[in-house]
């Protein structure tokens, strides 16, 4: 059994982790904090309406004191995820950081520091990855096309509402280096609005061109080629497939993928190793993935204040694939 803590009560907590963690087996959320009185009873009143049974705290301080934890999911404003992850390292706990892990690389590379190091949740790795790296060759250049968008407005976060790039974005940036096992090299053509952000990546075995948007319809499609322009793969989620899943048992894809990682965790006892015996590869995120991911962002983001110019990644931020 894996027992969490959820510092944060927003609407990640409320529509992604306790659905998951109900949904799982040997997963069990033991306690949440959260300084609105309000939204942390809310998490507490759906945990316990789904037959679990939590503590609720103000802060994270209080938490770490009065409960023993195996795992603290990070999933407050943006802002708090460096603090919140120092502070549970302090007291010898890991963290799961939602994404995107710190405001900025330097924040990233903190978290990179912290002992236990902290995991990332990248969670595409677990719906669009999980249905995908199976059929993509180990060798060879790839061809990659990502696209995520969905409408921000209609999530009602209760404080945050990220940029594009940062809320959607950097899904694809880590989806992309995880489907092709590939470094980040640079980033072109980039073109960068609050709610909407484009990309290509150069890998150090292919290319990915990245669009995303929070102001649209949700749809989630990555594609795959060789070189030769041979389709290799393809996941495709949201649009009326979306809407109807419930009449074709199709699961909701947020709840779904958290439900997998919390469950890859359950199963890897939080290990980052390559591979777990009897389970073959992990696709578990560690805190060297978040700084890879901020790394492409910094680089995008100087491509599209030069108009769309090729900028190189940070060779000295990015960990070898």
Excluded at 26 to 37: H, M, S
Excluded at 60 to 83: C, G, M, N
Excluded at 99 to 127: I, S, V, Y
Aim: with cysteine; glycine share 10%; aromatic share 4%.
């Amino acid at each position: 059994m894996i027992r969490l803590g959820v510092a944060g009560c927003g609407r990640i907590a409320e529509r992604g982790y306790v659905p998951a963690a109900l949904a799982a087996e040997e997963v069990a959320i033991d306690a949440f904090a959260d300084p609105n009185r309000e939204r942390l009873d809310r998490c507490l009143g759906l945990w316990q309406a789904g037959g679990g049974g939590a503590n609720g705290y103000a802060d994270l301080t209080d938490l770490l004191a009065a409960e023993t934890i195996d795992l603290l999911v990070v999933a407050a404003p943006l802002d708090r995820h460096v603090a919140l992850a120092e502070e549970a390292g302090a007291a010898g706990v890991r963290s799961l950081i939602e994404k995107p892990p710190a405001p900025d690389l330097a924040g990233a590379r903190r978290l990179a520091e912290l002992e236990p190091e902290p995991l990332l949740a990248f969670n595409r790795r677990f719906l669009q990855g999980a249905e995908l790296q199976g059929s993509i060759p180990a060798e060879g250049w790839l061809e990659l096309d990502l696209e995520l968008r969905f409408r921000q407005g209609a999530w009602r976060a209760h404080e945050v509402r990220d940029e594009a790039l940062l809320d959607a974005g950097i899904h694809l940036v880590d989806l992309a280096c995880h489907l092709s096992s590939a470094a980040p090299i640079a980033v072109r053509h980039a073109e960068i609005a609050p709610q909407r952000a484009s990309l290509e990546l150069e890998l150090s075995r292919g290319r990915a061109r990245i669009e995303c948007a929070t102001d649209r319809g949700h749809r989630e499609a990555v594609s795959v080629r060789d070189r030769s322009g041979k389709l290799v793969a393809r996941s495709t989620w949201g649009g009326l497939r979306s809407r109807f899943g419930g009449l074709t048992g199709r699961p909701d894809p947020l709840a779904a993928s958290l439900q997998r990682q919390l469950e890859a965790l359950r199963d890897s006892a939080f290990v980052l190793s390559p591979s777990i015996p009897g389970k073959g590869r992990t696709p578990l995120a560690g805190a060297a993935d978040g700084v890879n991911a901020m790394a492409v962002v910094e680089a995008a983001r100087r491509s599209a204040e030069l108009g769309g110019a090729e900028v190189t990644v940070d060779p000295a931020a990015v960990v070898p694939a």
